[in-house]
């Protein structure tokens, strides 16, 4: 039996990229110390602030409304608010949405629930099949971010959100990281740092990265431990046709082999941000169709939308 390195009684958890491990009380006083840290690095939020949470019903989103209800509790100048997209998903969000109202009820706190049928006409499972009967190559996952990517911006700026926190963890970030590499989309890598949206176009709002230096496994106990985890747990059908789930895998081993791995990446990946920034420096315009931001003419939505019959440009 492993002992806590704090106070030596039982561990849960042993993290060992440090070698060091926690009984229950100095884990999460370990968790909390670390995302604040993470918060005052990197400036995530100022003294007043009206923070929309993108929530998806799913163990690190639902931690991170609670971690930030707790926290906000102690700063009098901030709003809190959870926005849920519903992407349509039969069998998989209808579920997640049902511990999301769970969780947001307990807490107390206000949230507003948008969906792809309500927006595009359509759910998620149907886009994916209009897709397929039209012979379009895209993946379930790419209609599904980019989709959720324009909903949580223009939504978050409709109801007056001054920052928008998405809880993506240590493992979705250098995840995507490779995933970028191995696309050769090195364009896309500033977009991975822990804030971005900042000045980069007034269309944008601010967005940041709760978990950016945690280990999702330590989510999932953070989750556990304050009974915030999904009552049922379900994948997204959808999940294992995307080359995520390989390099998931292939990253979770390297991690077991040499652990380590992933801070490792996360520091390479931080450096090229910081390389990277003003080397693309191509500023978005505005959609002429939506009037959101769009690199071209018309945003990525409105292209989708027209490729899949639903919107004639
Ligand atoms: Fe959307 Fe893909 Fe995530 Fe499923 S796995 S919720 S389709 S991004
Ligand atoms: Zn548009």
Redesign the pocket.
């Known amino acids: 039996m492993a002992e806590c390195s704090v106070c030596g009684r039982e561990a849960i958890y042993c993290a060992r990229y440090e070698g060091r491990c926690y009984c229950e009380e100095h884990f999460l006083r370990w968790f909390d110390s670390r995302v604040r840290k993470t918060i005052r690095k990197f400036r995530f939020f100022g003294k007043r602030e009206h923070i929309v949470v993108a929530v998806s019903g799913g163990k690190d989103s639902l931690s991170a409304l609670h971690y930030l209800h707790n926290l906000s509790k102690k700063v009098p100048g901030w709003k809190l608010t959870a926005l849920l997209v519903d992407e349509g998903i039969s069998g998989y969000r209808d579920i997640a949405i049902r511990d999301f109202l769970r969780v947001a009820e307990e807490l107390g706190v206000e949230y507003r629930i948008i969906s792809f049928r309500e927006e595009l006409g359509h759910s998620l499972d149907e886009l994916v099949r209009i897709g397929e009967e039209r012979g379009l190559s895209y993946r379930p996952c790419t209609y599904c971010g980019v989709v959720r990517r324009y909903l949580l911006n223009r939504t978050a700026k409709e109801m007056g959100g001054t920052v928008l926190v998405t809880a993506h963890n240590l493992d979705d970030v250098v995840q995507t990281f490779l995933l970028d590499l191995t696309r050769g989309e090195v364009k896309k890598i500033p977009r991975l740092g822990p804030v971005t949206g900042v000045r980069s176009h007034e269309g944008f709002i601010k967005r940041v990265k709760l978990f950016y230096e945690v280990p999702e496994k330590e989510v999932t106990i953070y989750a556990l431990l304050n009974d915030i985890y999904p009552r049922t747990y379900v994948e997204c059908p959808y999940a294992r046709l995307s080359p995520r789930w390989k390099i998931r895998e292939f990253l979770n081993g390297m991690e077991e082999m040499y652990p380590g791995t992933k801070y490792a990446l996360l520091r390479s990946l931080l450096r090229l941000v910081e390389d990277l920034k003003g080397v693309y420096t191509e500023k978005p315009g505005m959609?002429r169709?939506?009037g959101?931001p769009?690199s071209g003419e018309?945003?990525r939505?409105?292209e989708l939308k027209a490729e899949l019959g639903i919107l004639k440009l």
């Open positions: 959609c169709v939506c959101e769009a018309v945003c939505v409105c």
